[in-house]
């Protein structure tokens, strides 16, 4: 199992720029791929960026050019820097991490953990 905490969220105005990080223990070599995902008010989660464990960013494009996703393996964390933000970015950030799982011979994949979430409050 894998264990995810957030922090780095808060008040912001538009036009300035926020650093999430989400520190993760537990199964480390079980993590193949970790984002970052939000949910604003009254809005569906979405994905906002993933990187995989070979260190291959996407972004929405929504966030591209503005935001970038990095990790740092030997501290087990993963970032999200935020730049250029925007009322619309306004929600709460949520950390994932996807992960493979060995049960007896069969390998399961897929397999999600989520962070309880750090709020980005974009103010006009």
């Known amino acids: 199992q894998v264990q995810l905490v957030e922090s780095g969220g808060g008040l912001v105005q538009a036009g300035g720029s926020l650093r999430l990080s989400c520190a993760a223990s537990?199964?480390?070599?079980?993590?193949?791929?970790m984002a970052w995902y939000r949910q604003g008010p009254g809005k569906q989660r979405e994905l906002v960026a993933t990187v995989t464990s070979g260190g291959t960013a996407n972004y929405a494009d929504s966030v591209k050019g503005r935001f970038t996703i990095s990790r740092d393996n030997a501290k087990n964390t993963v970032y999200l820097q935020m730049n250029s933000l925007k009322p619309e970015d306004t929600g709460v950030y949520y950390c994932?991490?996807?992960?493979?799982?060995?049960?007896?011979?069969?390998?399961?994949?897929?397999?999600?953990?989520w962070g309880s979430g750090t709020l980005v409050t974009v103010s006009s």
């Open positions: 994932n991490a996807e992960t493979k799982e060995k049960v007896g011979l069969i390998w399961y994949y897929g397999i999600n953990y």
């Open positions: 537990g199964s480390m070599f079980s993590i193949t791929a």
